[in-house]
């Protein structure tokens, strides 16, 4: 199995960027399909983005054009680069791992592991 530890989270003013690390440990990413999602308290986990070997990247509509999902496997990270924040991406962000998809990207029951998660601040 693999493990996940997220990076990169911090408090930005509006208009900012930030961009979020995922470690990957343990197996490579290349044997899975990679995701990021973000929760806020009382809230379900929302997607922001996926990246697969087979299909390439998919975002939400809501972060199209500002995020971008990349990978470097010769670190086995993951990243997040977010561009023109604003407040409503406040969240605590979570790295997930899920077996090999041609679809259905933003089901996050579909990844079988996740990080511990990172917090963004977005004030206005």
């Known amino acids: 199995q693999v493990q996940l530890v997220e990076s990169g989270g911090e408090s930005v003013q509006a208009g900012g960027s930030l961009r979020l690390s995922c470690a990957a440990s343990?197996?490579?990413?290349?044997?899975?399909?990679m995701a990021w999602f973000r929760q806020v308290p009382g809230k379900e986990r929302e997607f922001v983005a996926a990246l697969s070997w087979r299909t390439g990247t998919t975002y939400a509509d809501s972060v199209k054009g500002r995020f971008t999902i990349s990978a470097d496997n010769a670190k086995n990270t993951v990243y997040l680069q977010m561009n023109s924040l604003k407040p409503e991406d406040t969240a605590v962000y979570y790295c997930g791992a899920g077996g090999l998809m041609s679809g259905s990207y933003s089901v996050w029951k579909r990844y079988n592991y996740w990080g511990q998660g990172t917090q963004v601040t977005v004030s206005p």
């Open positions: 343990g197996r490579s990413l290349s044997q899975y399909t």
